[in-house]
């Protein structure tokens, strides 16, 4: 089983930006495919990057990219979400995501391990 846990969620202006972390546990977690997805009050949930098994490639929603960067350090286990730029429209709570198999197309679609989720806040 693979444990996921986030932070960095925060409020912040337009225009401005934050980075999200995502620890992982697990016996061979720098191989899944990671990423974040994010849910709006009153909408479903929305994909928003994904990154590779050792970060070997990348995948982004059309809302964000250009403006989000995923990363990951290996070492540590840890996958970010760099996010610059931030609208309104990007206020959700952001969720850290796993999958043993999925590579980031895919996964963009389907997933198998959650983090709990973390607020951000973009105000106008």
């Known amino acids: 089983q693979v444990q996921l846990v986030e932070s960095g969620g925060g409020l912040v202006q337009a225009g401005g930006s934050l980075k999200l972390s995502c620890a992982a546990s697990?016996?061979?977690?720098?191989?899944?495919?990671m990423g974040w997805f994010r849910r709006a009050p009153g909408k479903e949930r929305e994909f928003v990057a994904a990154?590779?098994?050792?970060?070997?490639?990348?995948y982004y929603a059309d809302s964000v990219k250009d403006r989000f960067t995923i990363s990951r350090d290996i070492a540590r286990r840890t996958v970010y979400l760099q996010m610059s730029s931030l609208k309104p429209e990007d206020t959700a709570v952001y969720f850290c995501a796993a999958d043993p198999k999925r590579g980031p197309l895919e996964f963009s679609r389907s997933c198998d391990y959650w983090g709990q989720g973390t607020q951000v806040t973009v105000s106008s």
């Open positions: 697990g016996r061979t977690v720098s191989s899944y495919t």
């Open positions: 990154i590779a098994g050792f970060g070997w490639t990348t």
